[in-house]
């Protein structure tokens, strides 16, 4: 049932305690504190502003309401609060499911019963199909005690200074990329990668034009070069994630030519060496599912923190 919303500082307080070990080394807890309470503000909003939630309502399904899109804090269990909200997978309006972006403490599996039913409760008229959570234990560790669980997006990180010592190939470049002179390569290169692997299909795809051109106007769009050869992009975006100053990865790709080689982990390196140095961690998504890609990203030097969890609601 809703309770009184919690302050954008207790629910910093609740975000912290969920995140990895690991990560608390990376940046002072004071100042990832306050980066997660200027966070979570946000969240706040989304629970009180029914404008915003109308237009979100609009957008999505206008037959529910604006009410029905505002973030609810609610009680699970007598120790174990969350914020729920109502979301759509790619959004798609034909693919809603209920997210549990933050709790009260860390969830574990004995809290998924609970958390299904509170979630059923509040979003049951709206359909939806499966409940998100987040959690900084391994995925292998859900999946093993709960197989019916599926992964979302894992999240992989370092500091910067950690991983710019690494070797790499010798011929293997970057040089900032100007302008859109090899999106259509490397559209063929997602499709490729499809095509050889049905499985990838959704795990991974180009970002937008316009997206692309933000990173290219922000500097940290490269080009991935072999021999001279375009080969691959890579690039990120200054931000803000899960508390941890961050340049977050928006595209890292390299074209069929060029795969199979062994470059995948080097591309982090690259990347690395490329950004400047501000004390800032290399962070990114991928898909729980995209082993490849996860693999090369922890030979890479970077840590699995966590990540998102597909629960089937019923």
């Known amino acids: 049932m809703p309770q009184p919303l919690p302050s954008a500082a207790d629910l910093a307080r ?3 305690a969920a995140q990895h070990s690991l990560t608390r080394g990376w940046v002072d807890d004071a100042a990832r504190l306050d980066l997660l309470a200027e ?3 946000f969240d706040l909003r989304l629970a009180t502003d029914l ?13 529910l309401g604006a009410a029905t899109f505002l973030n609810r804090w609610v009680t699970a269990r007598p120790d ?14 034909e693919k809603p499911f209920v997210d549990a972006s933050l709790t009260s403490r860390p969830v574990v599996g004995a ?20 409940l998100r959570i987040w959690s900084s234990a391994p995925l292998e560790e859900w999946t093993a005690a709960l197989p019916h669980l599926r992964s979302d997006r894992r999240l992989l990180a370092a500091p910067l200074a950690e991983l710019r010592e690494r070797e790499v190939p010798a011929g293997l470049t970057l040089r900032p990329t100007r302008d859109l002179t090899h999106s259509a390569e490397a559209q063929a290169a997602y499709g490729a990668v499809d095509a050889a692997h049905p499985a990838h299909v959704g ?42 100053p961050a340049q977050v990865v928006q595209e890292l790709l390299l074209a069929p030519h060029a795969r199979g080689r062994g470059f995948g982990p080097a591309l982090s390196t690259l990347l690395a060496r490329a950004l400047s140095d501000d004390g800032r961690v290399l962070s990114g998504t991928i898909h729980g599912e995209n082993r490849g890609a996860r693999e090369a990203a922890l030979r890479a030097g970077r840590h699995d923190v966590g990540g998102w969890l597909w629960v089937p609601l019923t």
């Open 39 to 41: 966070e979570h503000a």
């Open 203 to 244: 795990q991974a795809r180009l970002i937008g034009e316009e997206a692309l051109r933000e990173v290219i106007d922000a500097g940290t769009m490269f080009d991935v070069l072999w021999q001279g050869e375009w080969s691959g992009y890579v690039g990120t975006l200054p931000e803000t994630q899960l508390g941890l």
């Open 111 to 130: 809290d998924l019963p609970a958390l299904l039913a509170v979630s059923r409760e509040v979003y049951g008229a709206s359909a939806p199909a499966r």
């Open 14 to 16: 609740m975000s912290l």
């Open 80 to 93: 174990l609060e969350a914020m729920l909200s109502l979301r759509f997978e790619g959004l798609d309006p």
């Open 51 to 63: 404008e915003l939630a109308g237009e979100r309502a609009v957008h999505f399904r206008p037959a």
